[in-house]
C-alpha cells in the first residue's frame, strides 16, 4: 500500500488551496522545488496524477480534487490538535507580515500595530505599505488591510471601523482668497490637489446627496499619490485636497483647515483586515484579529 508522510499531504494540500507552487512553498517555509518533489513523489506511488501541470497554471485533476477532498477532514483534525497543543504551551511567536496602503499604515500604526507590539512581543511584525493592491497569500504576506470595497471575494474579512468618509479641506487662508464652494460643481473654479491613483489614473472626487451621485474631474496646478503629502499642501494653503476624515480631524478640530461640502460626503464601509481561508490560523494572526475585534467598531481607533 502506498503511504503518503503528513509533509507530502500538506503539500498537495496547499498548492490546491493557493493555486501554485511557489505561493504553497511560502506558506509552508519550504523551498518550491521540496513541494514539487514531495507531490512528485507521492503521485509516483499512488499511480495518479492529482495535478494538471502547464507553464503558467497549475490545476487539481479530477483524481486531486476527489483526493484533496478526502484528505482534508483528517488535515482540519491534525492541524487543530497542534495548534490547541501549541496554544497551552507558548505564546504567539514568529514573523507576522501585513500587506497595506501607506495610509492605513499611518492610521492604525500606534493605535494597533504598536498595542500588538507590545502585547505580543515574541512575535516579529512587518508592515508593507504598497499602493497597488496585490495577492497577498501569493506574495508571502499573513493578511493585508484595505477598504472593504477592495478586499477580494474570496477572502476573509474582519472590520476594523464600520465606516468612515472622506473630507474636502482646505486652509483659511485659501478660503479667503478663492471662497467657499456651496455645490461639487462649484469646485471648477478652484484649485484642487488631485490624486494620482496606484493605476496610474486620476481619481475623480466623488459625491453623493439625498441618491444623487456626482463625480467631478477636478482641475489643479498639482497632483500627487500620497494622502500625507496632499494634506501638506492643503495645510499650506495650495488647494483643496479630498482626504479621508480620520486623517485631517486633529488639524480641522485646531482650525489649520477647514471641511466643506460635508452634507456631499457621506460614509463608507471602512478598512477591513483579510486573509486567506486557511484550515486553521496561525496564533500569531489569530490573536491580532482578536485585538481588532475587541475594539468597537463605532469608535475611532486613531
Known amino acids: 500500500m502506498a503511504r503518503a508522510s503528513l509533509i507530502e499531504l500538506e503539500a498537495v494540500a496547499a498548492v490546491a488551496r493557493v493555486g501554485g507552487f511557489r505561493a504553497a512553498a511560502r506558506e509552508l517555509g519550504q523551498s518550491s522545488s521540496a513541494v514539487s518533489h514531495a507531490i512528485a513523489a507521492l503521485e509516483e506511488r499512488l499511480g495518479v496524477r492529482l495535478f494538471n501541470r502547464t507553464t503558467r497554471s497549475v490545476s487539481l485533476s479530477p483524481e486531486g480534487e476527489r483526493f484533496v477532498a478526502e484528505i482534508g477532514p483528517a488535515l482540519v483534525a491534525i492541524d487543530g490538535a497542534i495548534e490547541n497543543a501549541g496554544e497551552h504551551s507558548a505564546e504567539p511567536s514568529g514573523t507576522l507580515r501585513i500587506n497595506t496602503s501607506l ?3 499611518r492610521m ?5 500595530f504598536l498595542e500588538y507590539a ?3 512581543p515574541r512575535v516579529e511584525l512587518e508592515i508593507v505599505t504598497e499602493g497597488a ?23 476573509i474579512a474582519v472590520p476594523i471601523l464600520r465606516q468612515i468618509r472622506s473630507l474636502v479641506v482646505g486652509a483659511p487662508a485659501y478660503f479667503e482668497a478663492w471662497g467657499v464652494p456651496a455645490v461639487p460643481t462649484d469646485l471648477h473654479r478652484h484649485r484642487c490637489i488631485r490624486a494620482r491613483m496606484a493605476s496610474g489614473k486620476l481619481y ?10 456626482v463625480l467631478i474631474d477636478v482641475p489643479g496646478m ?3 499619490d500620497e494622502s500625507g503629502l ?14 479621508a476624515e480620520l ?26 483586515l483579510y486573509f486567506a481561508s486557511r484550515r486553521h490560523i496561525p496564533s500569531r494572526l489569530r490573536v491580532l484579529i482578536d485585538l481588532i475585534r475587541s475594539r468597537p467598531l463605532e469608535r475611532k481607533i486613531v
Request: charged share 20%; proline share 6%; net charge negative.
Open 222 to 224: 498639482l497632483t500627487l
Open 118 to 120: 507590545r502585547l505580543y
Open 133 to 155: 493592491l496585490i495577492d497577498v497569500t501569493g506574495q508571502g504576506f499573513d493578511a493585508g488591510i484595505r477598504l472593504a470595497e477592495a478586499v477580494p471575494p474570496d477572502m
Open 230 to 243: 496632499m494634506m501638506d499642501a492643503a495645510l499650506s494653503g495650495a488647494g483643496l485636497a479630498y482626504i
Open 108 to 112: 492604525f500604526l500606534t493605535s494597533l
Open 204 to 213: 475623480r472626487w466623488e459625491f453623493e446627496r439625498r441618491g444623487e451621485a
Open 247 to 272: 486623517a485631517v480631524e486633529e488639524h480641522i478640530a485646531n482650525g489649520r483647515l477647514r471641511a466643506v461640502l460635508e452634507d456631499w460626503t457621506p460614509p463608507y464601509q471602512g478598512p477591513c
Open 103 to 105: 495610509g492605513a499604515a
